[in-house]
């Protein structure tokens, strides 16, 4: 484990995603989507709802991220054609990114947690990781006043490269697992679902179609409002009947600076009311390790055969 720093401004090194591999992993993900959405219609377990809406929420965030990636993608390549070159760029070093150890502290009231009293407050809870383009979402967790803390044994270790500049940005979502807020299985309805599985060859039209019921999809896992119209309803499963909704508690990001070889403590900006049927007693920070590694670090900067010639002095000593 070794940090960035400095060693960013040694090597150049590249990775480069052609738009035909943006656009399968897309697909990929719409179909994926398509999965979670009937699986959520016809669940008629808690768990497996609760499960199911949260791999829906995680495609619809890869999704928008893939979309972006492909936005800026297609902005460099018309830069490109038209000549936009300003002489040669400094491109600094990429590495290796790392996160574990993810510890969110609860703060219950004495009367809730020592003296057992009051309505049992239970919510299912997990965390979505975006860097980029590329998101990770933890083990779900069901969290009530017996926990100090919310503990996620994930170690998650970013497969891109990322370069000095990244933001990592850490969301906790939470769904209130009380039975009441459970509407059981809603069966699978008519056109509900989505034409992922068919999408073939992406057009301009189909992919603003995923863009706009990835956004709306989101907004509405999230607790926002999406305007009338917005969005296909052939591709974007209607979420008010399937099963558990979850909302976004807190959220952070962090950047090059937060990256410790140690365990350390990050604030967090707290979204949801009291009064939310999803809210947690949160303290407003969580503790987790961050790492990165240079890529410089690992690889050979000269590598052959070393050859050492050695030349002979004699010494000659006059009388």
Not at 3 to 10: C, E, G, N, S, V
Not at 32 to 39: F, I, N, Q, W, Y
Not at 62 to 84: D, E, T
Not at 165 to 176: H, K, M, W
Request: net charge positive; glycine share 8%.
């Amino acid at each position: 484990q070794i940090l960035f720093r400095q060693k960013f401004r040694i090597y150049v090194i590249y990775h480069i995603f052609t738009d035909e591999e943006v656009l399968q992993q897309i697909e990929r993900e719409v179909r994926m989507r398509d999965g979670a959405s009937k699986l959520l219609a016809a669940c008629s377990q808690r768990e497996q709802a609760l499960e199911a809406s949260k791999n829906l929420l995680t495609c619809n965030a890869r999704i928008l991220a893939l979309l972006s990636q492909l936005q800026k993608m297609r902005k460099a390549q018309i830069l490109q054609r038209v000549g936009n070159r300003s002489g040669h760029k400094i491109v600094t070093c990429t590495g290796k990114l790392a996160f574990s150890d993810l510890r969110i502290p609860l703060m219950w009231k004495d009367s809730e947690y020592f003296k057992n009293k009051g309505e049992l407050h239970r919510c299912a809870v997990f965390c979505l990781l975006q860097c980029g383009s590329e998101i990770y979402d933890t083990d779900l967790q069901m969290v009530d006043r017996t926990l100090t803390d919310i503990c996620f044994e994930d170690t998650i270790v970013f497969s891109n490269d990322v370069g000095p500049e990244f933001q990592l940005r850490v969301e906790l979502y939470s769904s209130c697992a009380a039975e009441d807020f459970f509407p059981g299985a809603a069966g699978p309805r008519r056109g509900s679902h989505s034409g992922g599985s068919a999408m073939g060859s992406f057009t301009g039209k189909k992919i603003r179609a995923v863009f706009e019921s990835a956004a709306v999809c989101g907004s509405m896992s999230s607790g926002g409002d999406a305007g009338p119209g917005s969005a296909s309803p052939s591709l974007c499963p209607d979420l008010s009947a399937l099963g558990p909704k979850f909302n976004l508690l807190a959220h952070t990001t962090l950047t090059l600076s937060h990256v410790q070889e140690r365990f350390k403590t990050h604030d967090l900006s707290l979204l949801a009311a009291e009064e939310s049927p999803f809210w947690l007693p949160l303290y407003g920070n969580m503790c987790c390790r961050l790492v990165a590694q240079p890529l410089c670090m690992l690889q050979a900067g000269i590598s052959g055969q070393l050859q050492i010639k050695v030349t002979r002095f004699f010494i000659l000593l006059l009388p």
